[in-house]
């Protein structure tokens, strides 16, 4: 950290009372230094980030940092108080503040500063050194890492130097994690217990950030600094990436977090050894911006596109669940004719059933209007972040307007990201650099997506898109049957993993502009979904010597996770035996959606599961399909695994003749 702080740079006795008075007093520093340009430009930036999340961390210690255009090379000042200044940690006020400035863009040299200077301040002997330092230009030398003899511990009861620890233990190897599925309800959170048990078991100290479907929780930017390393086990592009640059990463899918976690973690380690690092610039990595490529999504082509159409559909998913569950709940209340009933904004009567269930409907379709432009728009920020979101949303609208449906939103958020990292490639004026994100990209993008699907590839998807509507409305017999099989299949093969939501998509899709066909796949991919939870539940209940306790209790919420269609209830069974459970799995699935399609089973809402059944055409035969399907599934689980199971040994006996347990 040499370079970056001189004994100017470092004031020991600092007088302020606030944050923001700390901030002002140590930036005047640089200022003097001549390593900041603007002052109260330098300052709005530091209040912003401040504003973004508190800086100061256990241990009475305050590092208020930004990036800024007003810096001019990375600087590092130095303030210690007296009295101590509030920045937010939870066990008070910090003593020790470090300001940190980095030039606009520097992502490598803010990320360097922060991480080297978070890993001195988890050593009690370097805090320590800086509280009882008088000279300010030992301080700066101290911060810059220079050796400075530390004192030998004095014995408590004799006053004299103990003798050192040499038998100290190392500083345990640390990880961030971020863990995030395309719904982000069930994979999300079992990636990161998984983690986190393994971590356990090797003795690493690891923190994970789950980007689920509520939102996420950022992990402390101390937290990250002070990493060994990173891993990302995910199937939508993690956000804010550039939080992580400057470490070794290791990316994969959130299967590979449940399932080999401990390899993750081994491979974290070698990463670390080797040196290699990840540097990302608003959120790309350095080493793909010559392809355009993203960083969240690294690795095979097919890998890459897997990940951003998961991450179109899990943006998505919100947008069916309340807005089809508004729809169907409408038509529970006042029938299917409430669809051409007048707007409410002219027509609203209190007490009127009728009014109220055309006001669910309405909010409902308006909710379903955003599919497509949801879809096409986060596919393409998954591509390339957020510069591609106004192409993709506009791309997504032009798919409504010239009637190309779900698929024409696939390919708009496939062109709008492909036009965004085309541009980004482009080499352009540093002046120019601030208004591209905002103004340029988006235009451009805009304007090349646009002439694509109004002009040249619109009307072809439009013309595929009737094509498969006109199918699946005259689906009947065979046909339905077989596509039955082919979805529950899918639904089952995962549990919730791309092939799962692949299915999911294709039927949601067809919600947007409802046909008699789109409503029994939507109906057979439901049923389906339900059967792998459902199933283990009743194995675990029928045959509980075949199954762990642990396994006994996940059975015991998998009843809840079933009904609710929530697949991903089965994976814990499915990671410790798939190769029993998923076939069995697989077989009731296909069983459920074929009879569901030869039943002519209608569903209009997007989830749900048994809560919605008085809102499905034939609900009886319904649940017949699903408890058959259900019922396959089980038999083979309960075959399958009671086939592995080898005879007790028999008791033994002394002697004596005195038994003698085995």
Known sequence: MSELITADLVDLDLSAETKDAAARSLAGRMVEAGRVTDLDGFLADVAAREAQMPTGLDGGIGIPHCRSEHVTEPTLAFGRSADGIDFGAPDGPADLVFLIAAPAGADDDHLTILSGLARRLMDPGFTGALRAEADPGAAAALIRGEEVPAAAPEDSATGTPEPADTDAAPEPFRIVAVTSCPTGIAHTYMAAESLEAAARAEGVVLDVETQGS??????????????????????????????????????????????????????????????????????????????????????????????????????MVPFVAAGGLLIALSFAIGGYEIASAKSVADHFVWGEAASWAALLNQIGTAAFGFLVPVLAGYIAYGMADRPALVPGFVGGAIALTIDA???????????????????????????????????????????????????????????????????????????????????????????????????????????????????????????????????????????????????????????????????????????????????????????????SMAFGCTLRAPHGGVFVVPLIGEPFLYLLAIAAGTAVSTALVVVLKGMRRTPAPAPAEDGSGVTVAA
Request: glycine share 14%; with cysteine.
């Open 214 to 315: 509520a939102g996420f929780e950022r992990l402390d930017p101390a937290v990250i600094a002070a990493a060994d390393a990173v891993i990302w086990a995910h199937d939508v592009d993690v956000r804010e990436k550039a939080r992580f640059g400057g470490k070794p990463v290791v990316d994969t899918g959130v299967k590979a977090g449940i399932n080999r976690p401990a390899e993750l973690i081994a491979e974290a380690r070698r990463k670390a050894e080797r040196g290699e690092i990840s540097r990302f610039a608003d959120g790309r990595d350095e080493a793909e911006a010559g392809t355009g490529g993203s960083a969240g999504a690294s690795g095979h082509f097919g890998i890459r596109l897997r990940t951003y159409l998961m991450s179109g559909v899990s943006y």
């Open 405 to 595: 449906g779900f698929l024409g939103g696939l390919v708009a958020g496939l062109l709008a990201g492909a036009a965004v990292m085309a541009i980004q490639r482009l080499k352009v004026h540093p002046t120019l650099r601030g208004i591209m994100p905002v103004l340029v990209i988006p235009l451009l993008a805009s304007i090349a997506v646009g002439f694509l699907m109004f002009v040249v590839v619109g009307k072809p998807i439009a013309s595929l898109q009737n094509a498969l509507t006109d199918w699946l409305n005259g689906l009947s017999g065979s046909n339905a049957v077989i596509l039955g099989v082919v979805l529950g299949l899918m639904m089952c093969f995962d549990m919730g993993g791309p092939l799962n939501k692949v299915a999911y998509a294709f039927a949601v899709g067809g919600l947007a502009d409802p046909t008699p066909g789109s409503l029994k796949v939507m109906a057979a991919v439901m049923a389906a979904g339900m059967v792998p939870p459902l199933a283990l539940a009743l194995a675990t209940t029928v045959r509980r010597g075949l199954f762990t306790a642990t396994e006994r209790e996940n059975g015991r919420a998998a009843w809840v996770l079933g009904a609710s269609f929530i697949t991903e209830g089965a994976i814990p069974f499915a990671a410790a035996d798939p190769l029993r459970v998923i076939p069995s799995v697989m077989a009731g699935g296909a069983v459920t959606g074929a009879l």
